[in-house]
T-cell receptor, first 113, second 116 residues
C-alpha cells in the first residue's frame, strides 16, 4: 500500500538558518504530494502541493519539488523565522485513492531566536 | 468564516463510556473524514464519507462509528471507550472532483481525548 516516510524530529534551528525536511514515498502510479503544517494548538493546514513529476510547490518561502525518479518531495526553506516553529507533515494521495490522504509521521521544527 | 468546527476541544472519559465527537463544515464539501493523531505516527484515517448517506472505513475503524445524514455534519461515535483511544482527533473536509481544489483538505482544530 501507499506509505510516506519523513525524517524524525525534533529539528532545532537558529533564526535565518536553512531548513530541509526529507520526505520519501511509496505509491503506485502518479500520486499527488502535499506538505501540511500544524502550528501549536491548531489543526493542519495545507502549505504546498505538487500533482505531477517535476512540479515545484511553493508557499511562504517554502519549496518542494516532486521527484519521481527518487520518489521524494523534500521541503526546504532558505531562511527560517521563529514563526515557522511547527510540525510539518508530508502526505500523498494515490491515483486511485480519491480524496484519501496518507501521512508521514510528522517532523517537529523549533526555531530559536 | 468558520470552516471546519469540532467540539469539544478536550474530553476525559472513563473506560467503557460512550461519547460523540462533533464535526461541522460550512463549505458545502462533499468529502469529510476523521483522523487520529498519535506521536510519531502521523495522522491515520478512521472513517470517511463522500456524501450524505455514504460512509466507509479507513485504516483504523475499529471501535468507532460514523454517520452522514447531512452534508454539513459528520459525527464520530466511540461506543465503549478504551485507553488505546486516547489521542487527538481531527475532522477534515474537501471538495470532490477534478482540478486543483480536489484533495486540499481543510482541518478542524482537533479534539484531545483522554480515556482513563
Amino acid at each position: 500500500g501507499d506509505s510516506v516516510t519523513q525524517m524524525e524530529g525534533p529539528v532545532t534551528l537558529s533564526e535565518e538558518a536553512f531548513l530541509t525536511i526529507n520526505c520519501t514515498y511509496t505509491a503506485t502510479g502518479y500520486p499527488s504530494l502535499f506538505w501540511y503544517v500544524q502550528y501549536p494548538g491548531e489543526g493542519l493546514q495545507l502549505l504546498l502541493k505538487a500533482t505531477k513529476a517535476d512540479d515545484k510547490g511553493s508557499n511562504k518561502g517554502f519549496e518542494a519539488t516532486y521527484r519521481k525518479e527518487t520518489t521524494s518531495f523534500h521541503l526546504e526553506k532558505g531562511s527560517v523565522q521563529v514563526s515557522d516553529s511547527a510540525v510539518y507533515f508530508c502526505a500523498l494521495s494515490g491515483q486511485a485513492a480519491g480524496n484519501k490522504l496518507t501521512f508521514g509521521g510528522g517532523t517537529r521544527v523549533l526555531v530559536k531566536p | 468564516n468558520a470552516g471546519v468546527t469540532q467540539t469539544p476541544k478536550f474530553q476525559v472519559l472513563k473506560t467503557g463510556q460512550s461519547m460523540t465527537l462533533q464535526c461541522a463544515q460550512d463549505m458545502n464539501h462533499e468529502y469529510m473524514s476523521w483522523y487520529r493523531q498519535d506521536p510519531g505516527m502521523g495522522l491515520r484515517l478512521i472513517h470517511y464519507s463522500v456524501g450524505a448517506g455514504i460512509t466507509d472505513q479507513g485504516e483504523v475503524p475499529n471501535g468507532y462509528n460514523v454517520s452522514r445524514s447531512t452534508t454539513e455534519d459528520f459525527p464520530l461515535r466511540l461506543l465503549s471507550a478504551a485507553p488505546s483511544q486516547t489521542s487527538v482527533y481531527f475532522c477534515a473536509s474537501s471538495s470532490v472532483g477534478s482540478g486543483g481544489a480536489k484533495n486540499i483538505q481543510y482541518f478542524g482544530a482537533g479534539t484531545r481525548l483522554s480515556v482513563l
